[in-house]
């Protein structure tokens, strides 16, 4: 079979809901949701080796840690596993006080007892029925009339009642899904929901949990917003009511749909981190609380090292998070892009010397330390990489600052390097390259300083004395000049017929404190009108500066000898 040429005579369009004056498109997010995370549920039943209760302990203590509140444990009527999983973190009081754990269970007797029986002797638990309500459901899986699936519902509420009623020492809280809610008739949705709120008589002080499922992401977001804005504005005794949401990836606008959801007024978000479910995933709860925190909003989950998050995530699930993954993937604040690299260098820089503590930073819509990333990831350097790049990796790394037109003389340097490795470059790659370039702490080709010294002859000018190691053969120099440098540049020409004019020279600290090392850049142009770098790394500031000289030399030389 191939793809349809007219797709219309197997799928429709979904239909539109009958909302003419929706409210949730003015609104904005200002509050962070009740969050709820699924990931020992619903993302556990969606991975090929379901987590032993080793991973799902070390899961838990995860979400408790990252500050989730609301926490689906499991399916404890699914298997003896989940089932002592469950009632283990019940006897061995690992439930923080301010944490609800939650059970689900489809609508059946002897499910609905096990699932209570699981929670025996908890301070406060949440029990979460579902039935599919859509006429998919009804129709092709059940064979059954909207009555029929009604009383499921509701008779499953009933039993809920009675088993809480055994349990008086637990703070039972109920919740109440219309599977399949997405693609369900809307007004059906509420039917059965206040047929179930009948039953259980939630108050404000007590309310229920109306959660509402994108069992099968169908629609575009919006879609999901308006159903979710007629169901709000249409529930009676809403005020007893918690809305919850339970978005899917399907088309791949899961988070978005959650947020839109929330701007109709729902008040509760469940998922996983990183978006772990079924098919394609739930709602990614680490996008949509980082979404939240890139707008001001505390989310209160706390993703302040993210990487070891990941790891726990990562170890649990048996599932590599993306590298491209919001905010937490490995490559999401790394540009090779040269353009990409000059503007995220030029926005570091802006932020030294600025007041205002906003960030402004090109393409990273948060900063990476505020998640325990280090800014030398931040830029990576590969053969489409451009200057701000490799200048950015030697700044981080070596604390070398080069002049604007330095890093244009060295930048061939890199790309030759690049093009012959195939691959990225890493900073020992770049370092490398930038020694072997300028002279820089290796064997010189000509011209190696082994010792000097300055002083002040009575006319004023400067006098260099020193001895240079030539093709590794020691001799005495000496050059006379208006300072350390001209004096120096004297003595190369006067010993060795090497003639350079300085353009200009740079100096700067490599980092600060007693012990800090000096840099020092220096431009000069040869008789034959070729620019020449030179740099200079030392702990005295004019031993850097003698080094440049020599350094441009080494660099006169080769070019002269090529």
Request: hydrophobic residues 40%; negative net charge.
């Amino acid at each position: 079979m191939t793809m349809l040429r007219d797709p219309s005579v197997k799928y429709s369009p979904f239909p539109q809901v009958p909302l003419t004056d929706r409210q949730w498109p003015t609104r904005t997010i200002t509050a962070p949701p009740r969050w709820l995370s699924t990931d020992l549920r619903d993302g556990n039943q969606a991975i090929v080796h379901p987590m032993d209760a080793h991973k799902k302990n070390r899961f838990f203590d995860l979400l408790v840690e990252i500050g989730v509140k609301e926490i689906e444990v499991g399916f404890p009527s699914a298997g003896a596993t989940e089932f002592e999983f469950i009632s283990g973190l019940v006897r061995s009081d690992r439930i923080p006080d301010d944490v609800m754990v939650q059970v689900l269970t489809q609508s059946r007797e002897d499910l609905i007892r096990t699932s209570f029986a699981s929670l025996t002797g908890a301070r406060s638990a949440i029990v979460h029925l579902y039935n599919a309500v859509s006429p998919a459901w009804r129709e092709v899986v059940f064979g059954m009339s909207k009555d029929q699936v009604r009383d499921i519902a509701v008779q499953g509420a009933r039993i809920m009642r009675d088993e809480a009623a055994r349990q008086p020492g637990t703070d039972w809280h109920f919740q109440y899904s219309p599977e399949t809610f997405s693609t369900a008739e809307l007004d059906f949705s509420l039917e059965v929901c206040e047929a179930v709120m009948d039953v259980l008589a939630p108050t404000p002080e007590h309310p229920i949990i109306l959660n509402l499922p994108a069992t099968v992401e169908a629609a575009t977001p919006n879609i999901y917003a308006d159903q979710v804005e007629y169901f709000i504005r249409n529930l009676p005794n809403r005020e007893s009511a918690v809305i919850s949401l339970h978005t899917h990836n399907d088309r791949g606008t899961g988070v978005a749909a959650a947020e839109l959801a929330l701007m109709a007024g729902a008040d509760r978000v469940e998922g996983c981190l990183f978006g772990n479910g079924e098919r394609t995933g739930n709602c990614c709860l680490v996008t949509m609380a980082l979404n939240m925190y890139t707008q001001g909003i505390d989310p209160k989950i706390d993703f302040s090292d993210i990487d070891r998050v990941i790891e726990t995530v990562e170890y649990c699930n048996e599932l590599p998070v993306h590298q491209r993954h919001p905010y937490g993937g490995e490559l999401v604040y790394t540009a090779f892009s040269g353009s990409h690299q000059d503007a995220i260098k030029k926005g570091f820089s802006a932020l030294e010397s600025q007041n205002d503590p906003h960030w402004r930073v090109p393409y990273l819509p948060i900063d990476p330390a505020d998640l325990g990333r280090s800014y030398e990831a931040v830029i990576r350097v590969n053969s489409q990489s451009g200057k701000g790049g490799f200048a950015w990796v030697l700044e981080q790394n070596q604390g070398l600052k080069l002049p604007k037109k330095m890093q244009a003389d060295f930048s061939p340097h890199v790309q030759r390097m690049a093009d012959e490795l195939g691959r990225e470059l890493n900073a020992a790659d770049i370092w490398e390259a930038f020694k072997t370039a300028y002279n820089v702490q290796t064997q010189p080709r000509h011209f190696q300083l082994i010792d000097y010294e300055e002083r002040r002859a009575t006319d004023g000018s400067r006098l260099f004395t020193g001895t240079i190691a030539v093709e590794g053969q020691e001799q005495s120099v000496s050059g006379r000049g208006n300072g350390l440098i001209s004096s120096v540049l004297s003595t190369i020409e006067d010993s060795f017929g090497l003639s350079l004019e300085i353009i200009d020279y740079t100096e700067h600290a490599l980092s600060t404190g007693r012990d800090s090392r000096a840099a020092a850049y220096l431009e000069c142009r040869t008789p034959e009108g070729k620019t020449i770098w030179g740099v200079g790394i030392d702990e005295d500031v004019a031993t850097a500066s003698v080094r440049a000289v020599l350094s441009a030399a080494n660099s006169a030389r080769v070019a002269k000898d090529q």
